[in-house]
Nanobody, 113 residues
Framework: HVRILESRARSVQPPESLRLSCVVSATIFKLATMAWYRRAPGKDRELVAS???????NYTDTVKGRINISRDNARTTLRHQMNSLNREETAVYYC???????WGEGTSVAVSS
């Protein structure tokens, strides 16, 4: 069991930016690779970005240059900075241990004009 506290629902207009955050239990977070996933309407969940405990990052090609994943190990907080958002990035976003098996409700992000 891992405690993950995610941000509440957000609504923005393109091309606005948004930062999502989540807090993970310390005993797991300090050793774990963390990830942000998203599920857009009508699509499967996809891995957007991940970050190791050493702060090595990985991004899906579609978000490179606009999305930044970071972590504050001392505060056990994972951050997801999204810049220049477009309508196609409307989705439910999930903060999750990369190799974990628990999913929360996620954070709904609506990007619309």
């Amino acid at each position: 069991h891992v405690r993950i506290l995610e941000s509440r629902a957000r609504s923005v207009q393109p091309p606005e930016s948004l930062r999502l955050s989540c807090v993970v239990s310390a005993t797991i977070f300090k050793l774990a690779t963390m990830a942000w996933y998203r599920r857009a309407p009508g699509k499967d969940r996809e891995l957007v970005a991940s970050i190791t405990k050493e702060r090595t990052t990985n991004y899906t090609d579609t978000v490179k240059g606009r999305i930044n994943i970071s972590r504050d190990n001392a505060r056990t907080t994972l951050r997801h900075q999204m810049n220049s958002l477009n309508r196609e990035e409307t989705a439910v976003y999930y903060c999750k241990l990369l190799k974990g098996n628990r999913w929360g409700e996620g954070t709904s992000v609506a990007v619309s004009s």
